[in-house]
């Protein structure tokens, strides 16, 4: 990408400090508080309707409060006019306009601006998105990846401390998404400003951000990087809505310092204390499918290891990198287990009775103390789950 030099001028902190927003009849954010450093690229994750887009309204602007403050770069704007906020947005609709060509698009907002140099500045954006070849086009003559680059740049040429993007690859079909999600990652860091990105897909949210809050209901159900999140959820929401997660519902029965051993329908499951939320009563702890191995026959005991079974297999699916298996297990419902393709040839078929391990360190336990109905049989899918959270 080109010389982007004059790009670089750092983002700012946004702080959310006791957030509410409360439109006729409805609570849409209860209560956040969130800070985002400056330079990062944070992602805010949820179902649709859980708060993502007011989150941001607020932030740009466009949407008042009802209790709480926004700090950007430390300073109080939540009184500031939207156009007096050092924040542009990107939409997934990016509405260009259709009768200018690109290079008028993206210097519009200098030109009004009255900045010194609006076409020396636009062309510069312009070829730090590699479309400078094609300046003097209409949106129209451009691709939808394309049209999405412009867009951006349109925004990253006004050198906002803060760039707010509501699923901004909403429109893009898949392949061009994930180039679009490797392009825009670059593009960030290139020119160091602060990204919010808010999306419904874990996948883009994991990929790009190096914080990921997965957001539920108006609130933040949890954060951290994304692998922190992945290996270790804290609660059934997140264990479902960012990856796939096999669920047990168990009973503490004690444990050492290090390990609590719980015993469920399905057998004991042993989980370090560290990587649990509860240590008594009714809790559910769970574990990834990756995670999971298969056995023709019940592997020897060891501590380090759970085990349950016998179970039977009652799907297996060739995804090609990996092969997918549902196995039945008295008592528990389905678990799904992903077997890396390393070897020719399933590795058990359909119908086997198998046994199931996996290592005592690879479990976690979660907060809540129930499991939703049909969370282990359900399908697993970020827009089902995100469906039946729109239906609730
Ligand atoms: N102007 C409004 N009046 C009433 N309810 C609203 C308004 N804007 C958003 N909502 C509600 O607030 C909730 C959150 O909406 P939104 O922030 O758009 O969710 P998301 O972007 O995560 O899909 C939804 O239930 C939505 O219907
Ligand atoms: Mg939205």
């Not at 999600?181 to 020119?191: A, G, N, S």
């Not at 809505?241 to 042993?270: C, K, M, Y």
Request: some cysteine; glycine content about 8%.
């Amino acid at each position: 990408m080109g010389d982007t030099k004059s790009f670089a001028e750092a983002g700012a902190d946004l702080e959310l400090v006791g957030i509410q927003k409360r439109f006729p009849g409805f609570t849409a954010i209860e209560h956040l508080d969130l800070t985002i450093p400056a330079g990062s690229f944070f992602a805010l994750l949820g179902p649709s309707g859980c708060g993502k887009t007011t989150t941001l309204r607020l932030v740009a602007g466009l949407e008042d409060p009802t209790a709480g403050k926004i700090l950007l770069g430390g300073k109080d704007v939540t009184s500031l006019k939207p156009h007096k906020r050092p924040v542009n947005t990107v939409f997934q609709s990016y509405a260009l306009f259709p009768h200018m060509t690109i290079l008028e698009n993206v210097a519009f907002g200098l030109r009004r601006r009255k900045i010194a140099d609006p076409l020396g500045k636009a062309h510069e954006v312009l070829r730090l998105v590699e479309l400078d070849h094609v300046a003097d086009r209409k949106p129209a003559q451009l691709s939808g990846g394309q049209q999405q680059r412009v867009a951006l740049a349109r925004a990253v040429v006004n050198r906002p401390a803060l760039l707010l993007l509501d699923e901004p690859l909403g429109a893009l079909d898949l392949k061009l998404r994930r180039q679009m999600q490797f392009e825009l990652k670059q593009i960030q860091q290139e020119v160091g400003l602060t990204f919010l990105h808010v999306t419904h897909d874990q996948e883009e949210a994991m990929t790009m951000a190096d914080t990921v809050a997965v957001m539920n209901k108006g609130r933040i159900e949890q954060m951290g990087a994304p692998e922190e999140l992945y290996e270790l959820p804290r609660t059934v929401f997140v264990a479902n809505f960012l990856g796939q997660s096999n669920l047990f519902l168990v009973d503490v029965e004690g444990g050492t310092d290090q390990v609590i051993h719980t015993a469920s329908v399905s057998g004991r499951i042993s989980l370090p204390r560290a990587r649990s939320e509860r240590d008594s009563g009714t809790m559910t702890v769970g574990v990834r499918p990756e995670k999971l191995r298969l056995h023709a026959a019940a592997p020897p005991a060891d501590a380090n290891v759970n085990v349950i079974g016998p179970a039977r297999i009652i799907d297996v699916s060739f995804i090609g990198v990996s092969t997918q298996y549902t196995v039945e297990v008295p008592g528990a419902g389905d678990v799904h287990v992903f077997s890396q393709n390393v070897e020719a040839g399933p590795a058990a078929s359909l119908g086997d009775e198998v046994w199931l391990s996996w290592l005592v360190e690879h479990t976690f336990g979660l907060a809540d103390d129930h499991l939703e109905t049909g969370a282990l049989t359900a399908d697993f899918s970020t827009q089902a789950i995100a469906a039946q959270a729109v239906s609730e």
